[in-house]
């Protein structure tokens, strides 16, 4: 049972990651019909703002501020300046393209996806960076129940990760800015007859889901401790597999998809073999597509005649 | 508008292009004022395949530091003028073989240093012997690609026929486990060493979890909660050291006690540091070899800090510099038959390796061997005599 325990504490941490970097993708998705492919590389860039911070501050072995203020500068660096980077590519590379046949800003995406990967490469090099999370956070803080291992570092993704979820979805739901960006995912000429800043909405769907890939990043960074200019890649590619599973466009079906991934990767690898973890993942989640073609939480697409 | 988003469009195009891949980009190193015996001008290009991006790109940066390096220093020596053309496999089969392709084509190379994985080795070899082009080596270790399929091809480290049932003899004899856990990152440089230990560690009555990983994963929780209290030892024969970091945090993290034993890439003094760990390596830790302070001070000052992949690419380059600089020096223009036949001849009887240099006929280092490090609770690796 403990051993049941923790492979739910792993696909649960896992889950709320991959959760969060789906939350972006699908909010784009939402009001542009564009699956960003550099959503990623956000993540990426997110992971090494949050190492650069611990460096800035004199090192995993000699941080010069508290842990605390540590982390919370690291979060907030990321998500306004991975969050800043999501709205300029919406503005130089996506914009221009809005009214052109849905393949062109594919490509582009495509291409900005290798333009942060490269730009990483040559700005950072091809060495992995590690965070070293254990010197500064010890790895026996936490929770033990058992022989059931909950550190802290688990404990601050889930909570952070629920947080966000739940408020993103409250100013989704709530707020002036959420309808606007409901009006324009519903129907965008006539959210701008209506008098909605259609360019102001995107570019703030645009920072909200960067700005939370971001954060995923840094997550990330102190979860798995390493970053390198490719991780946002394998996180990119599971994060679109949870929004599409989830039903792409929705929000709730983001945070259901990532957690899915999560939970199934854990047991799978835990129960069966890590030799087989993607096979059966993504073999579950063809037979959820065969299911519920617009995902487990989507709505299936009005066809105009 | 349209303008606009031509613009754009080629500006990324170009952007992403010019990062993406070096292939074909060269650097040259000028010849210095050296007491070199190349009797006239001796010009030449080698090709040098590497994974100078994607997720190894760590080691292929090494690599091709250490290629340059090397090239500088003989250039100096030998007063001649080769330069490096660069070529990015991305430990890619199919991109190695359009590299290849490029460099076949390309009749100004006379020789190729690289690539670095097996799996490339296998996927150009026979383009390499259709041009007669040789190539040598710095890491690919299976041991079929010295079974005469690729007569150009040539390696200056041993092979994992040698390395997988060292290690595994090793382990059990010094480590003892009832039971272990070896797990192979789904390359084939991985999963030839973890054939090649199996049978042993099962011959030994000893219980094998064999699992398997993506190069690319980054957390290794639900996997190590398979570690059982018997598990005693995990082999890692990886590419990627911090990932083994990360799996002996995890390990650390849910309090299992099992020694990690890891091969080649897990040698990154700084990166893996997990106490008590083992790690066996087909090149030695030259910063302890005193023959070699100078390249190593060289090394430093202008790359950092290194591991264990580059030091065997600088001695395949001198290969191919001397065998270059002898040809010129019999009075001939270097070309691939001749710069073939001098690699073929190879007798240095002390290199960077710490060991003499030369092949057998089908290529192999003559009398490879590998290497143990212990690491401390200092992060240092600590060679293991014998």
């Known amino acids: 049972m403990a051993f049941f325990f923790q492979e739910l504490v792993n696909g649960v941490t896992n889950g709320a990651l991959y959760a969060l970097v789906a939350l972006g993708f699908s909010m784009v998705y939402g009001v542009l019909k564009l699956l960003n492919f550099a959503h990623g590389d956000l993540y990426m860039v997110g992971a090494f703002i949050g190492y650069f911070v611990i460096q800035w501050f004199g090192g995993p072995t000699a941080l010069t501020i508290p842990v605390p203020l540590l982390l919370l500068i690291m979060f907030i660096l990321a998500a306004g300046v991975v969050g800043g980077l999501g709205v300029a590519i919406e503005r130089f590379a996506y914009r221009p393209l809005r009214d052109a046949p849905r393949i062109a800003p594919l490509i582009t995406a495509i291409g900005v996806s290798f333009f942060l990967e490269n730009a990483a490469l040559l700005l950072f090099g091809a060495q992995y960076r590690v965070y070293n999370t254990a010197d500064f956070i010890s790895l026996s803080s936490g929770i033990q129940i058992g022989s059931v291992t909950i550190d802290s570092v688990q404990i601050m993704v889930l909570v952070l990760g629920l947080v966000l979820m739940v408020g993103l979805r409250e100013l989704v739901n709530r707020t002036k800015l959420g309808k606007q960006m409901r009006a324009v995912a519903a129907d965008r000429e006539a959210a701008e007859m209506l008098g909605i800043n259609v360019n102001r909405t995107i570019a703030a769907t645009f920072f909200l889901g960067s700005a939370l890939a971001g954060v995923a990043g840094v997550m990330a960074g102190l979860l798995f401790n390493q970053v390198n200019n490719t991780i946002g890649f394998t996180a990119g590619l599971f994060a679109f597999t949870a929004a599409v599973v989830g039903g792409i466009g929705s929000l709730p079906g983001a945070m259901l998809g990532g957690l899915l991934i999560g939970l199934a990767q854990s047991f799978v690898t835990g129960y069966i073999s890590s030799t087989y973890t993607n096979l059966l993942v993504f073999a579950l989640l063809i037979v959820v597509m065969l299911v519920r073609p617009s995902g487990l939480l989507g709505r299936a697409q009005l066809q105009k005649v | ?386």
């Open chain 2, 1 to 386: 508008m349209r303008g606009h988003v031509i613009l754009a469009t080629a500006a990324l195009g170009a952007l992403a292009i010019a990062g993406c891949g070096s292939s074909g980009s060269s650097s040259s190193s000028s010849g210095g004022a050296g007491t070199g015996a190349a009797t006239k001008s001796c010009v030449a290009s080698i090709g040098m395949e590497g994974p100078l991006t994607g997720p190894v790109a760590t080691l292929g940066q090494e690599q091709l530091h250490f290629a340059e390096l090397a090239l500088a220093m003989d250039n100096q020596a030998n007063k001649t003028k080769i330069s490096i053309v660069q070529g990015d496999t991305q430990l890619n089969p199919a991109q190695a073989t359009t590299v290849t392709q490029q460099f076949t084509a390309n009749t100004k190379i006379v020789a190729v240093v690289g690539p670095a994985g097996s799996q490339e080795v296998e996927a150009i070899g026979p383009l390499m012997a259709r041009a007669g082009l040789a190539f040598i080596s710095g890491s690919a270790t299976n041991a079929t690609l010295t079974a005469g399929k690729y007569p150009t091809f040539f390696r200056v480290v041993s092979k994992d026929s040698v390395q997988g049932p060292q290690d595994a003899h090793y382990i059990i004899s010094n480590l003892h486990p009832k039971a272990l856990m070896i797990v192979d990152d789904q390359e084939a440089y991985s999963t030839g060493l973890v054939s090649a230990m199996t049978p042993v560690f099962t011959a030994a009555g000893i219980k094998v979890d064999h699992e398997s990983v993506s190069q690319k994963t980054t957390d290794f929780s639900s996997l190590v909660a398979k570690v059982t209290p018997a598990t005693t030892v995990v082999v890692l024969p990886w590419q990627v050291a911090s990932n083994a970091q990360q799996l002996g945090r995890n390990l650390a993290q849910q309090h299992k006690k099992a020694v990690i034993f890891g091969t080649d890439g897990l040698f990154s003094p700084g990166t893996f540091t997990i106490n008590g760990s083992y790690v066996s390596s087909f090149g030695p830790d030259i910063t302890a070899i005193p023959a070699d302070a100078a390249i190593v001070a060289a090394a430093k000052s202008k790359y950092g800090s290194f591991g264990t992949f580059g030091p065997p690419v600088f001695a395949a380059t001198h290969v191919v510099d001397e065998a270059i600089a002898s040809v010129c020096k019999s009075g001939n223009t270097p070309s691939r038959s001749n710069v073939l036949a001098a690699i073929k001849t190879t007798n240095e009887p002390a290199s960077i390796l710490g060991q003499p240099i030369s092949f057998g006929s089908s290529g192999d280092l003559t009398n490879g061997k590998f290497f143990l490090f212990k690491i401390n609770s200092a992060g240092s690796y600590q060679l293991i005599p014998g």
